[in-house]
Structures are given as structure tokens and as C-alpha cells.
């Protein structure tokens, strides 16, 4: 199994996949990012855990961008 990692998906997200016509994609991983900040926000978390969470998501969104 190869990992490949793409850096234009990682700095911009949903956009890139908006961008390259895979609009279900990108409003697929958008709705997990808000998901994911409308979680943290009400329990007012620390930059300690919620620039970790963004990381991830920004990571597994570089990774799935080189499957499709």
C-alpha cells in the first residue's frame, strides 16, 4: 500500500476538490470541518486540542485527494 500526499489539498480543503469537479466530495468533507468546529466551540476548547483536530482533518483530506 503506498501514501501519497497531495499539498494543494492540504492548504485548501473542500476547495480543491470543488475546484476540480468533485463537488460531493468537497461538501462532504466540508460538512466534517464544521461538524468538527461546531463540537469544539461550545466546549471552548484549547488551540492545544482543536489545532491538532484541524491538522488531521487537513491531512486526511491531502490523502484522500490522491485517490481520487
Known amino acids: 500500500m503506498r501514501i501519497?500526499?497531495?499539498?494543494?489539498?492540504?492548504?485548501f480543503g473542500p476547495i480543491y476538490f470543488a475546484v476540480k469537479g468533485m463537488w460531493r466530495k468537497a461538501l462532504s468533507r466540508?460538512?466534517?470541518n464544521l461538524t468538527a468546529a461546531v463540537m469544539l466551540v461550545p466546549i471552548d476548547a484549547p488551540t492545544a486540542i482543536?489545532?491538532?483536530?484541524?491538522?488531521?482533518?487537513?491531512?486526511l483530506t491531502a490523502t484522500a485527494a490522491s485517490d481520487a
Open 4 to 11: 501519497t500526499f497531495n499539498v494543494l489539498a492540504f492548504f
Open 30 to 32: 466540508l460538512g466534517m
Open 50 to 59: 482543536s489545532t491538532p483536530v484541524g491538522a488531521a482533518f487537513a491531512g
